[in-house]
């Protein structure tokens, strides 16, 4: 697959979906690997790499 190709498939969406998916991992074992290929996505994209709001509402 051409990087051109891989790049017409990360839509906004999917984007989105992902970097709520990671957010949603918490502190997981396989989080920080999940953070770095959705930051690899957002690369691939072209765009800036995502923020993560790792706060933990509810939680004391």
């Known amino acids: ?3 051109q190709e ?6 906004p969406e999917f984007l989105s ?3 709520t998916a990671v957010e949603c991992c918490n502190w ?6 999940t953070m ?3 930051d690899w ?6 765009l800036p790499e995502p923020e993560y709001d ?3 509402e ?3």
């Open 1 to 3: 697959m051409k990087k």
């Open 17 to 19: 979906t992902l970097h």
């Open 54 to 56: 790792m706060s933990f």
């Open 6 to 11: 891989l790049k017409e498939l990360l839509t």
């Open 41 to 46: 996505c957002y690369n691939v994209a072209g």
């Open 58 to 60: 509810g939680y004391d």
């Open 28 to 33: 997981d074992v396989d989080m920080i690997e």
């Open 36 to 38: 770095k290929f959705c």
